[in-house]
């Protein structure tokens, strides 16, 4: 059985860091990319970072490009979101994700859809205070 389980979430000041984790059990976590995505309330999901299964190849949206960084050890079958410099609209349940069945070791274009994973953490609540 596949497990995401995230840890990491509280409340910041803006201006503040945040890192969160994303440890994964029950497959080959070095398979697979993997992917953070947030949703605020009464809002969609939306895509934050995405890393490839090496993390050689990683992607941000540009809401958090140059604050955000993903990381993986798949020694540790763990991925990172370090989150630097944080605002109020970063506020949201941060989610990690896993793209089962999408094994190239780089990154395509569909890594920022989120019907692409298939497997889901419970997510972490990230509160950011003005």
């Known amino acids: 059985q596949v497990q995401l389980v995230e840890s990491g979430g509280g409340l910041v000041q803006a201006g503040g860091s945040l890192r969160l984790s994303c440890a994964a059990s029950?497959?080959?976590?070095?398979?697979?990319?993997m992917g953070w995505f947030r949703q605020a309330p009464g809002k969609e999901r939306d895509f934050v970072a995405a890393?490839?299964?090496?993390?050689?190849?990683?992607v941000y949206a540009d809401s958090v490009k140059g604050r955000f960084t993903i990381s993986r050890d798949n020694a540790k079958t763990t991925i990172y979101l370090q989150m630097n410099n944080l605002k109020p609209e970063d506020t949201a349940v941060y989610s990690c994700?896993?793209?089962?069945?999408?094994?190239?070791?780089?990154?395509?274009?569909?890594?920022?859809?989120?019907?692409?994973?298939?497997?889901w953490g419970q997510g972490t609540q990230v509160t950011v205070s003005s």
């Open positions: 994700a896993l793209r089962y069945g999408y094994l190239s070791a780089g990154l395509d274009s569909w890594s920022r859809e989120s019907r692409e994973y298939k497997y």
């Open positions: 890393i490839s299964r090496t993390g050689g190849s990683t």
């Open positions: 029950g497959l080959t976590f070095g398979s697979y990319a």
